[in-house]
């Protein structure tokens, strides 16, 4: 079965230094994979996929994900915080033949000035 | 840009009384998925559509719960009798037809659900 792993729950940056939110999943063979950004009172929003093309992947809002099959890793990152970033931010694994999606737990980004 | 339309935002109920929540998706989106996502933790799917036909319930409470999907475009997803563990933010998503974005959902805000 296939899952994901967010390995911090909450991540405190200051405005202008980089981000790396870290995610690993579990997959028997090569998944499609998303990060999901979730604002206060508002729907998830679709950051970027990735889906066994390019292993860098560019998203909106200048963050992006590397694919690393040899570490089973899909962080997120983004060179400069900004405050508008501060949101929670979910990986997700497609469930393999289905569009079911798989959630992480979420991880939690303050910003501060 | 087209979004996904859900009502209420919020919704306060006693246990035991009976709760409606809403969905129209995008225009055209022919999938429709409802997830129950529980304070701190990710959504979890409850119920997926294709059309009018419900593809994957195996997740959603069938005592309790019921969704429909009538005509194929919006729908409803109803908690009778609500209890105190079903307080949780409900969302609703869709997705288009199309092969290159069919596993790519576009989710609405959502409906907060208090059960007292």
């Known amino acids: 079965a296939q899952s994901v792993t967010q390995l911090d729950s909450h991540v405190s940056v200051s405005e202008g230094t980089p981000v790396l939110l870290r995610c690993n999943y579990s997959s028997s063979y090569s998944p499609s994979l998303f990060w999901y950004v979730q604002h206060p009172n508002k729907g998830l929003q679709l950051l970027l996929k990735y889906t066994s093309a390019a292993t860098l992947v560019k998203g909106i809002n200048g963050f992006e994900a590397e694919f690393k099959k040899s570490e089973t890793s899909f962080h997120l990152t983004k060179p400069s915080a900004h405050m508008s970033d501060a949101a929670e931010y979910f990986c997700?694994?497609?469930?393999?033949?289905?569009?079911?999606?798989?959630f992480g737990t979420g991880t939690r980004l303050q910003v501060f000035p | 840009e087209a979004e996904v339309a859900q009502s209420p935002r919020y919704k306060i109920t006693e246990k035991s009384q009976a709760v409606a929540f809403w969905c129209d998706p995008i225009?055209?989106?022919?999938?429709l998925y409802w997830y129950r996502q529980i304070l701190g933790q990710g959504p979890e799917l409850l119920v997926q559509?294709?059309?009018?036909?419900?593809?994957?319930d195996s997740q959603l409470p069938k005592d309790r719960f019921s969704a429909e999907r009538l005509k194929g475009v919006d729908s409803t997803l109803k908690i009778q009798p609500a209890e105190l563990g079903d307080s949780a933010m409900y969302l609703c998503?869709?997705?288009?037809?199309?092969?290159?974005?069919?596993?790519?959902?576009?989710f609405g805000a959502g409906t907060r659900l208090s059960v007292l």
């Open positions: 225009s055209g989106h022919a999938t």
């Open positions: 997700v694994v497609e469930s393999y033949n289905t569009d079911k999606l798989i």
């Open positions: 559509f294709q059309d009018e036909s419900v593809v994957d």
């Open positions: 998503a869709s997705s288009p037809r199309t092969i290159t974005a069919r596993n790519i959902q576009y």
